[in-house]
């Protein structure tokens, strides 16, 4: 199957969670995000993934979607929205539910990841935008197909996955990350049902744990250690 490499890169602190909302403390959080950001660059990618959680918070403003009416019922494939973009913000949002005031975030290009299910309404309204957008399954989002989809109808060759927990997770049980770039912070969250690197969805048949193998590890300011690793599939 043709597709990008997938790298998942995260911070988390030293017991695995990854909502800084919890740290309650806005001076370690920027300086903890800066570095997220700074060692992000240094992978030579053509596009970054999140949830529709993790894009609402932090990348649409929380827009509200204006979904119109089409002039015809709409067709379940691909829509390019900019055939000559060369990086790529790829939001999944299988319900159809982000809003957007332009199609691009950041300077990348935005790819919405649907299912079948999404109204005619919502596409239009994507279309009209120049949001780019694919069909990953009728109810459920095959991420195989995601990226498949992804390595043919766009220049993308690296992808980075970003979170959240359970879009980690969903690609971890399909064994679909090929490295990991985790931050660990040092701090100690303790907050209990708080989302971790990884969380495979209940709805899914979780597989076996996933085997690791150690490849760099460094010691940052601050305190922060990076560790990465390659996963043995």
């Given at each position: ?7 998942c890169?995260m911070?988390?602190?030293?017991d695995?969670?990854?909502l800084?909302?919890?740290w309650?403390d806005?001076?370690?959080t ?5 570095y997220f950001?700074k060692?992000?660059e ?5 596009a970054?993934?999140c ?7 932090d ?22 929205g900019n055939?000559d ?5 790829i939001?999944?949002?299988a319900?159809g539910?982000?809003?957007w005031d332009?199609?691009e ?5 935005i ?5 079948e ?5 919502y596409l239009?309204?994507?279309?009209q935008?120049?949001?780019s ?8 989002v ?12 766009f220049?993308i060759q690296?992808l980075m ?12 049980n399909a064994g ?9 912070l040092?701090l ?12 495979v969805?209940?709805y899914?048949a979780?597989?076996p744990a ?5 490849t760099?590890v460094?010691?940052l ?13």
């Open positions: 199957m043709k597709r990008p490499r997938v790298i890169h911070m988390s602190t030293v695995g969670k990854i800084s909302a919890n309650k806005e001076d370690i920027q300086t903890f995000s800066g950001e060692y992000h240094t992978f030579t990618s053509q970054w993934m949830g529709r959680i993790t894009m609402e918070r990348f649409s403003g929380g827009v509200e979607p204006q979904p119109q009416t089409p002039p015809q019922p709409i067709a379940r494939q691909a829509f390019i055939k973009a060369t990086s790529f913000a939001a999944v949002d319900h539910k982000l809003g332009s199609n975030t950041g300077g990348d290009h790819i919405e990841v649907l299912t299910q999404v109204s005619d309404e239009y309204y994507l279309q935008k120049r949001i957008y694919l069909f990953a399954g009728e109810k459920e095959d991420f195989a197909s995601v990226l498949e989809q992804l390595a043919t109808l220049p690296t996955l970003e979170g959240g927990g359970h879009l980690n997770g969903s690609l971890l679909l990350i090929d490295e990991l770039s985790l931050l660990l040092p100690a969250d303790g907050t209990p049902k708080s989302p971790t690197t990884f969380e969805s209940e899914l979780k597989g996933t085997r690791l193998q150690l760099q460094q010691q300011d601050n305190d922060v250690v990076w560790l990465k690793y390659l996963f043995n599939h």
